[in-house]
């Protein structure tokens, strides 16, 4: 009982398989998906930092570290299932929310609950760190799903999501870390050699040129 159980309950999270139960070549946990994340918001952070916006690094360190720690009590939900209504969506919150909170209440001692409860739960919010946190979650999907295209995975699954985490990602345009990535670092990933490249250059296009 107690914090062992946090601290062994990490390891459990390099136990958690991303986009479970489809045909993947390269298989994708939690506990790594969690630090790219916070390596690409680190990115991101350093560009809206370079175009004059204070970024919060303590608080973007955390929510992108935490961000999917819940997902220990639920296991990895496919996005276009996980995405598919809002009410959908805000039911799986609502039962992470539940579960964390009472594991907190249960394990940690009483002088750090409030803070871990603010530090595992949900970090995408209105605030500048929050939004960075989303874009480098579809940033890091959208890599796991090119992936698989590139290694000509048949599963058309992996272009539906790579197409879900772009929309997303255009969605927060007005962000100058996003005004990069999709100026600078999306036409190399393009520019990589993959056989339905053609296929995928359209549904980028598409996007592109769609109004979001």
Known sequence: MGVHQYFKSLNDLEKLVRCPGKF???EHNVAAHSFKVTKIAQYLGTVEEYH??????KDLYEKALNHDYPE???GDIKTPV???SGELNMLFMEVEETMTSRFI???FPEQYQEIYKR???EGKDETLEGQILSVADKIDLLYESFGEIQKRNPEP??????E????TIKKFSHLACVQDFLENILSDILKERFIPRTELMEITESIMDREI
Do not use: C, D, H, P
């Open 157 to 162: 699954l992996f272009f539906e999501i790579y």
């Open 164 to 167: 879900m985490s772009l929309v």
């Open 52 to 57: 004059g916006n204070e970024v919060n690094w």
């Open 82 to 84: 996980k995405y598919a």
């Open 24 to 26: 993947k070549y390269q």
């Open 105 to 107: 209440e249960e394990e």
């Open 119 to 121: 530090r595992l739960k």
């Open 72 to 74: 220990i009590f639920t």
